[in-house]
Structure formats: structure tokens, C-alpha cells
């Protein structure tokens, strides 16, 4: 029936939003460590799952609100990733990509086996209030109530986002710092200090982002060797100089991960690896990038 | 006209450098001796030898394409995987003897490096990262979904060679596998030696260095890449049959993406550019594992990833090639005296 | 006189700005050349237009009659067309005598040749040789380029583009940044290039204009601004107002 199919594909695409909200907010800190620091950190889903698991434990052992626990993922891991951006990230700004690569490599092995030895390779299930589990019925149309408010919380961190960026302080500061970081600490712009908060930041993201995240995607030890390369398809097709560009790039590859498992369930998973590699050999700087100075 | 008197000793001098650079030394023919000795001391070791040397032969591949082309290629096991897969499949359903089914692996993954290098001609090192990680993942997901060729996760059981050469049984010792192995890496490290020495091991050079002067020189880049790249491809495609071959299984985990940070791993702690990174690399990394595993399986993987962490940090030359931290350190002394 | 190399209403834009304005330009065989020019006039974009590095937006060039518009850099080089940077563009990792046998190889056509080492090649020896030694490099050509002084990495860069046997040799600002001392060695090895070879010199330094060069071209926003002898373009009142205002600043 045409009604059916015209309802499920609205599901799908409603799912496909939900999907592809999360993964903005999983990418983006990494779009803009990439865009600002020239860093590739593939390690940025192990702040993810470290967001995830530490709201399955208050959740789950100390029963905190799940909703209390996101503002708290999100610090936590915003706290976690500012350390280790003191500690280690910071040498390695000026070191190659492949020293990079090879340094989150890494870290994601020694996060990955560590979480592995003290929660166990099994898959964590979240605790969900009441209220966000069950459907609700719009139009005749059957939405899931987490996965409504997954999009309604991330479209308003993208608006959020967007607002810090264009239209504060802050804001210029580090996409002048983006822009050309010489330039722009030679305007007396303290480049280290904006590193360390967006580095932060970013991570305190994916933290939360890994918090709203479990549910849907599924939280074991393996989450950021999974979902690095869906990270890195945001980045590298929606570009790095601007929240708009992941935030396309993100709903795209959300619709079409969700619809091409739904449809081409044989073909579905690697339609992202095959269309990432399309947008770079044609426009490698991503679909939506403008150029930038380097 | 006049030939200076020191014109042909300038032209003796040249030749000189260049005959001192491809000359063997003795401390190449004694490591060559090693692999042999370690069949009359470490009788019981053949399965860990085996391992060295396809491990080897897979770096050594790869340092073709990074240390001397500069490819930076974080999806060297889609070439790896090809072959043993090709090699698995040719035995089980066409025939298994040992060195066709060889041949057909490393026609095929040359095939398959062929047909990828135009993806990683274009684009900056980190669009090179990205497009390889994921060719090796398309693959991965690729024999995923074949489950009725490949046995999906469960792999490819039941791969009985046929003894090589006729002759010599592949026995469960691993004595002609180890053999076998270390024969295919030396022949392909005889052809790595004179490729690297030759003009065109020159030019991949230059390219590594400076891109845009070597075409300013005349090196036609694309093809250049396109040729290291199809050869190292063919390496690591014998490298994966090897596996197969010599261990009678293939499964998904030759695609995996561990396999390919792992090969980096091994090529950064031997050092890339002068071949035998890779396989002192490969003797370092197994033996670790090896020993890493017996005291704790399931976190082989924290150590690796503390030592890549730990390498990083420290520093790939300083750790790889102490001496030109000493030689760094004289230079800097040497100019704080003549202040 | 024949023209070795023409271009025909050479177009370049980057978005709005038009870095080169419809240069019609002829370089005739054995011509001493230089191209001169306020900073920003657009003297490198038009060398790398000529080399291939960038692909005009309009116009055609010409080596020898035949037209390469269209052809890589590579393929220039392979006709005789050969450029040195403004800034050192060489192997660190090289040393000057690898760096130098490989432009010997690639003029040799055996830039190809994966199984016999560079050094069985007699005609690369002596070619290295020969460029080595003219250059002044013999001393220095088994040491790592990353390693060189600065006047050594200059006459290098030279030393690579010369080891190419240009027909056409575009020099970007050759002695730029070289001390004093060694700017003689630079200066005396173009003076002894073989007259056939036909050089475009790109510099700032009017002295070493005048010197070495028998024809100017003046090239002001991307535009041809002014055309002749050291003579004529000397007293061209038009150059001179463009130049006052560069001579105050040295």
C-alpha cells in the first residue's frame, strides 16, 4: 500500500534525522580539533564511549536521572579531555599527520582493552526514564519519544553552537585562530588557551553525545574503532571551517546509513564508505567546506 | 678542450658513492644468516618464525610505499586480506598447489593496488589516510556479506595445500612453511633492493621529498606511484598467501583494521626507508606478542597501543635510530662552542 | 629570429582577481631575458602558468612552435623547459649528488629503470660529474641536503635544473637571500650557460638586470606594462614612475 510505504519512509526518515543529529554531535568536536589544531584524532570516539559508560554506571549502580547524567557526561569528559590535551595532544601539534594517526591509534587501544578489562566486552544497556521510552503517534506516523528528543536537544546544540561561533567573542576569536593561528596570535589572540577549550569542549561533546548515544548505536569496548571512520566521513565531507558543514554532512550520512540498511541491507554499510571516497577524490577539502587559508 | 686534472676524479668519486651505496655489507649478509641459524637453534619455534617472516615480507611492502614513495596508507591489509583470500579460495576450488596459488594472490592484490592507487594519487596526506582506511574497510564489509565465499566471520576452513614443489609436505612442525616464507622474502627483498636502487627507487625518493620539484624535474608522478604502489600491493598480496597458505585458514581478520595499524606499528619500531625496518620491525613485534600473549591474552592490544603511544612521544627517530639522536646532540654542541 | 617560447593572450584569474592580464610574450632562441616588476606583479604566477604548474583560464603557450598549453609539468621538463624556485624547492633527504643524478636520469630517459642501479649507468656518472663539478658541489655531494649551508642549497637548485639540459631555463630570483660572499659563485655559473640555452630571468636586484640581461620585460598587475632593450625599458619614463616608488624601498 502507498500509504504504508509513504509512512515508513517518513520513520526512516525521522530515524535517519535522529541518526544523523547524533553524529553531528559526536563530530563535530573532532571537525573542529581537525579544522583548528590540524590534528587527526582518531581517538575522539574513546571520549564518546567514555561519556557512554560513565552514564550506564550513575545510571545503572548509583541510579542518578539519566537526564541529570548528560550535563555531567559532558563535563566529566570535557575535564578528561582538557587533561590530556595538556598532557600529551599538545606535543603533538607540530608533528606529522602520520605521528598523529599512529599517537590515537593508540590511545584508542589502550582505551578500547581497558574499558574492555573493567566493564567486560558485553553490550551496556542504558536506563531510560519513562517518558522517553514508547512512541508517539504524529500524523499517523509512529516516532520513538528518545528518538524525538535526541532531535529536538542536538538541533538546539547546533543552534548553540552556531551562536557561539558566529556571534561571540569567543566565537572570531577561534575562527580567526582556525583561519591562520599565526596571524591570529599575532593579534594577541591566546592560540594555547582556545586550543585547550575547544579540544575540551569538543571532547566534552562526544562525551554527551556518547551519553544520548548508547541507546542507539549500541555501547561496547569496540564503539570508537566502529564509528571512527562515520566520524571521519562527517569531517571529511561536511569540512571543517563551519557547524553548518558537518551538520549537512551529518544528516546525509545519517538518511542514508538508515535508509540503505533498511532498503540494501547487504550493500547499505559500505554506500558511506564508497560515497566518503567519492567527495574527497572530487573536492577534497568536503562538499561543504568553503577553502581556508591553508 | 682542456679537461681539468681533477675532472675524472670527481667522475671516479661519483661512482665511487654510488657503488658504496648498492654494495652488500657484511652486517646484510649476517642478518640474512640469522633466519637460517634460527632453524638450527629454535627447532621448536617454526610456527613464530613462519609468523616473522610473513609479517616481514607484509612491512617491507609497506615501507616500499611509505618510507620510500611517502604514501601514508592506514589500509595496507585490503592488499594483505586480497591475497590470502585469492590464495585460500584458489586451493579450495581450483588448485592447490602451493606456488600457482601464490602467482594467483599476488596477480590479484596487484590487480587490486592497481585499480586503488588512482583513489590515493589525489589529495593530501590526511585524504590519503582516510580513502585507504576506507578501501580496507569496503573490503572488510565486502567478504563480510559474501558469507557463502568467504565463510564470513567464521572464515575459510579447510585449506589443504598440496606439497611445494611437489616435494616437500607442508608438515605440522611448519618446517617447509617457515621455509617456504623465508625463500618468498628473500626473493621479494632482492627485488625490493634493486628497485630502491635503481632510477626509479630514485624518483619515488624525490617524490617523498618534494612532489612538485621531482615533476619540476621530470618524474611523471602518477605513473611512478602507480607503479610502487601496484608492486608493494603484489608484496603484500604474496604476504597474505603465505598466511593462507601456511596456515591452512583465512577469516575476516586479514581485512581488519588492526592488521593494517599493526603493520604501521612494525615498520615505525624497525624505522621506514631503508628496507630492513620492516623485518627487524617484524622480529621485534612478534617476539613481543608472543611473549605479551602468554602472560596476558586478551590485553595484547593496551600494550601495543601503550608502546605506539610511548614511540610517538619519545620520538620515532630517537627510539629507531638512537645514533642520530647522539649525532643531533653533538651538532647542537658543536654550535654552542663556536658562539 | 625564431621564438622559442611564445605565449598568446595568457589569461589567469583566482575568483575576482586576475593575477595575469593577457600576456602576449615571445622569448627568441639565446635570449638573455629578464622579467621584472613590482612585488605582487604576478612574475611567479606567470612562470608557473608557463611550467604547468597552474592551468590558465585562457590563452595558449608555445615552446618551440608546438603548443603545450595542455601538457604536465613533467612533460614540459621532457621538452626542455626547466625552472628553478624562488624559494630552495629540494630532496632534504637527497644528497646533491642523488638529487642531481636524478635529473640526469630523467633527461636520459631512465627514470624508468627499476633493476639496474643508478650508478651502472655510465652516462648519469659522468653527466653528475660533470654538473657537480661546475657547480661547485663536488665537495659537498655525498652530504644530506637538509645538512647544506643556505649558498650551497641555492647553487644546488641551480645545479638541478641545469643537470635537466634546459632548452628554455626560467630562473625565480636566483640569488635571492644569498649573502655577499657567495653570491659570485651563483652569478659567474649563469654567466657560463651555453648561449643556445634561452634564459628568463625573474629579479629584483637591477644590477644583476642589467648585467646579465640583453632584453626587459616590465610586468605591472598581471600585465605586460613595458617591452625592450635594457636601453630602451631604462629610459622608458612610465617604468620609472613605477619604479620610484620601489626604488625608495631598495
Known sequence: MPEQRAISMLTILFDGIAYGMLLFVLACGLAVTLGLMNFVNLAHGAFAMAGGYLTVILTGRYGIPFLMCLPIAFVAVALLGAVLERALYRRLYLKGHLEQ???????????????????????????????????IEVAGVGIG??????????ALLALALQWVLVGTRFGSRLRAAVDDPRVASGLGINVDRIFLVTFAFGSGLAGLGGALGAEILGLDPTFPLKFMIYFLVVVSVGGTTSVTGPLLASLLLGIADVAGKYYIPNAGAFIIYCVMIAV?????QGLFARGSSR | MITPPNHSAIIEAVAASFTHATRWRALEAAFWLLPLAA????????????????LGLFALSLDLVLGYAGIVSLGHAALFGFGAYGAALFAKHIHADPLLGLA??????????????????????????????????????????????????DGLQ???MKPLLGAFEFDLSGRTAYLYSLVVLFASFLVARRVVHAPFGLSLQALRDNRLRASAVGVPVNFRLTAIYTLAAAMAGAAGALLAQTTGFASLDVLAFHRSAEVLLVLVIGGAGYLYGGLIGAALFALMHDRISALTPQYWQFWIGLILVLIVLIGRERLVRPWTWIAAARAAQRTARTR | MAAVLQTFALNMHFGGIAATQDVSFRLERGARHALIGPNGAGKTTLINLLTGVLAPSGGRIELDGSDITGLAPHQRVRHGLVRTFQINQLFAELTP???????????????????????????????SAGILERLRLADVMNKKTALLPYGKRRLLEIAIAIASEPKVLLLDEPVAGVPEGERQEILDTLAALPADVTVLLIEHDMDLVFSFANRISVLVNGALYAEGTNEEVARDERVRAVYLGEASHG
Not at chain 2, 40 to 50: A, D, K, Q, T
Open chain 1, 101 to 135: 594517526v599512529l599517537f590515537s591509534i593508540g590511545i584508542v587501544f589502550m582505551a578500547v582493552a581497558a574499558v574492555d578489562y573493567a566493564m567486560g566486552s558485553q553490550q551496556q544497556f542504558m536506563q531510560l526514564p519513562e517518558f522517553l521510552r514508547g512512541r
Open chain 1, 145 to 154: 519519544a528518545y528518538r524525538l528528543f535526541i532531535v529536538v536537544l542536538c
Open chain 1, 280 to 284: 574527497l577524490m572530487i573536492r577534497p
Open chain 2, 39 to 54: 632453524v638450527l637453534v629454535f627447532p621448536r619455534h617454526y610456527l613464530l618464525l613462519n609468523e616473522i617472516a610473513i
Open chain 2, 104 to 153: 594467483v594472490a599476488i596477480a590479484a592484490a596487484a590487480a587490486l593496488g592497481l585499480v586503488t592507487s588512482v583513489l590515493v594519487l589525489r589529495g593530501s596526506d590526511l585524504t590519503r589516510l582516510m580513502v585507504t582506511l576506507g578501501i580496507s574497510l569496503i573490503l572488510y564489509e565486502i567478504a563480510n556479506q559474501l558469507r557463502w565465499l568467504t565463510g564470513g566471520a
Open chain 2, 158 to 160: 579447510g585449506v589443504v
Open chain 3, 97 to 127: 649528488l642523488q638529487s642531481v643524478a636524478l635529473a640526469a636520469c630523467e633527461r636520459l630517459r631512465l627514470g624508468a629503470r627499476w633493476w639496474q642501479a643508478v650508478g651502472r649507468h655510465r652516462a648519469v656518472v659522468e653527466h
